[in-house]
């Protein structure tokens, strides 16, 4: 018996020193990277520990290899309807964790370490069935707090042509707060953002609603008057949603959503900065009337991205041609259908249309969107904060990703 009881207490030992190795180790594992500082593109180094930024440190210079090698905080896209050969509209069966790690690992590879997977308008049914599984699904430790929530654009939009955009008219509803509480639920509370449309009846009140629940309301895919746009704002309204698109290709020049938005200083804006969705001079004009602290950098991007060039079927079986210059169209009518640029071609166009710098550009694709979602972790280079990080080089307004970190774990280094 007392044999027995030597033993057990030696093995409960064993297991406590090695249970406080690991920890040791873990607790020291550390890396640090060097490279320029994204704010005032100086040298600096900086320590990672335990997944978090440790140290910040400016230095002298860099090694010779590593002198045009840029460190910021990770690109952080509120609208990513799916990415990669993967939708999060995917009906049944489909839609899975491992679809979700698939998307993930490929948006690292672009130097997204923080997404929401964004539905659009779709059936009831869907809806709690695809939040049901992105809720379960965004808890996987192998995406490495990556997903923190979602964005549910629509249903409750204008149903309208040209402000309905891409949004099935079978889908697009008056809002219905039970029903919205039903997805808010099957996703774990993690929905962080709607895209409503502020003049349809019931909306006033779904903005209150959503405003004391600490949702953030974004206005999208709707024909306002200045009345109800400002009165949204005062119901909680916080941002717009991909300025500039998703409206009537005729719209009177006085009246019509544009004017109030971009004269509103309460309303942020997020841009689609692909290239294809706004003229430069559009991108310019918005920039210059909200500036980098009010403007957000948003990719919109689809299942499409990131796919080789080619024509692919999509969900309702029509055809979309992914072309070699980086557009999504219907190839009959040569109509966008979606964007195929992450937010790492969003900062080198907004920088070459604008002559903003990079600073700025980052902060509109990192920060901004980090502060509004109120993610304090990340969105910044600060000790204490999430290592997340990318190391980058930009010639010609291209920004090439060399590393990804995530959550202090190397997730991404492009291969020489
Ligand atoms: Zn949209």
Redo the contacts with the bound molecule.
């Keep these: 018996m007392k044999t027995t009881h030597f033993l057990l207490i030696r093995k409960c030992i064993l297991a406590a020193f090695m249970a406080l190795s690991v920890m040791y180790n873990l607790s020291f594992a550390q890396e640090k990277i060097v490279g320029l500082f994204y704010l005032d593109e100086k040298p600096v180094s900086i320590v990672i520990k335990d997944g978090k930024i440790a140290e910040v440190n400016k230095i002298a210079q860099l090694p010779a290899s590593g002198r045009n090698i840029y460190i910021a905080p990770g690109l952080i896209d509120n609208q990513v309807n799916g990415f990669n050969g993967v939708s999060f509209a995917f009906g049944e069966g489909e839609l899975s964790e491992e679809a979700l790690i698939k998307a993930t690992r490929a948006l690292w590879e672009r130097g997204v370490t923080t997404y929401l997977p964004t539905l659009?308008s779709n059936s009831h049914q869907l809806l709690l069935r695809n939040f049901t599984i992105l809720g379960e699904a965004s808890k996987n430790e192998s995406l490495l707090g990556s997903v923190p929530g979602f964005h549910l654009?629509g249903p409750y939009i204008s149903p309208v042509d040209g402000f309905r955009?891409a949004h099935s008219a079978n889908y697009i509803r008056k809002p219905d707060w039970n029903e919205f509480m039903e997805y808010y639920i099957a996703s774990g509370e993690k929905i962080l953002t709607v895209?409503v449309a502020p003049e349809i009846e019931g909306a006033m009140e779904f903005i209150k609603r959503c405003n004391e629940l600490g949702i953030v309301v974004a206005l999208?895919?709707h024909n306002g008057s200045t009345e109800v746009i400002n009165r949204a704002v005062v119901a909680g309204a916080r941002i717009s949603?991909?300025l500039g698109?998703?409206m009537s290709n005729t719209i009177n020049r006085h009246v019509n959503p544009l004017w109030p938005q971009l004269s509103n200083d309460e309303l942020m804006i997020s841009i689609i900065c692909d290239g294809f969705h706004l003229l430069p001079e559009q991108i310019r004009t918005f920039y210059k009337v909200k500036g980098p602290g009010k403007t957000i950098i948003t990719s919109?991007v689809t299942m499409y991205a990131n796919l080789t060039p080619g024509i692919y079927k999509n969900i309702d079986g029509e055809d979309i041609e992914l072309t070699t210059d980086g557009k999504i169209q219907y190839p009959a009518q040569k109509v966008l259908a979606g964007s195929a640029s992450t937010l790492d071609k969003g900062i080198g166009h907004i920088m070459k249309v604008t002559g903003c710098s990079l600073a700025d550009a980052i902060r509109m694709a990192s920060t901004n969107p980090a502060r509004l979602y109120n993610l304090d972790d990340r969105g910044i280079v600060e000790v204490g904060k999430r290592a997340d990080l990318i190391l980058f080089t930009v010639e010609n307004f291209r920004i090439k990703i060399l590393k990804t970190i995530v959550n202090g774990q190397v997730v991404y280094q492009l291969s020489e």
């Design positions: 659009t654009e955009g895209t999208g895919h949603t991909h698109n998703a919109d």
